[in-house]
């Protein structure tokens, strides 16, 4: 079982950054796969970013690609998505999410946080 907390949402101008943060519990952290996700109103879910167990890995939605960056830190159980040039259309309710397996992927996904809102202004 793995839980996960998002936090680091909140509300920032076009162009502005933020970095959001997703803690893990459990002690296996480090053999799962990562991703985030995000859900904007209206919408169904996409998928934006995801990372390998070892973070040598990543792949990123196009939308997003330059401009965010997913990373991890096993040692603090621990996955960041640095959004960078952020945008309207990036708003959402972000979530992170765990499944096991040694690559990225865009499905599949076991484990999910509760979210936490980016707006971006326009």
């Known amino acids: 079982q793995v839980q996960l907390v998002e936090s680091g949402g909140g509300l920032v101008q076009a162009g502005g950054s933020l970095r959001l943060s997703c803690a893990a519990s459990?002690?296996?952290?480090?053999?799962?796969?990562m991703g985030w996700f995000r859900q904007a109103p209206g919408k169904e879910r996409e998928f934006v970013a995801a990372?390998?167990?070892?973070?040598?890995?990543?792949n990123y939605a196009d939308s997003v690609k330059g401009r965010f960056t997913i990373s991890r830190d096993n040692a603090k159980n621990t996955v960041y998505l640095q959004m960078n040039s952020l945008n309207p259309e990036d708003t959402a309710v972000y979530y992170c999410a765990a499944r096991r397996g040694a690559g990225t992927y865009l499905y599949g996904y076991d484990y999910w946080g509760q979210g936490t809102q980016v707006t971006v202004s326009s």
């Open positions: 990372i390998s167990w070892s973070g040598g890995d990543t």
């Open positions: 459990g002690r296996t952290f480090s053999s799962y796969a």
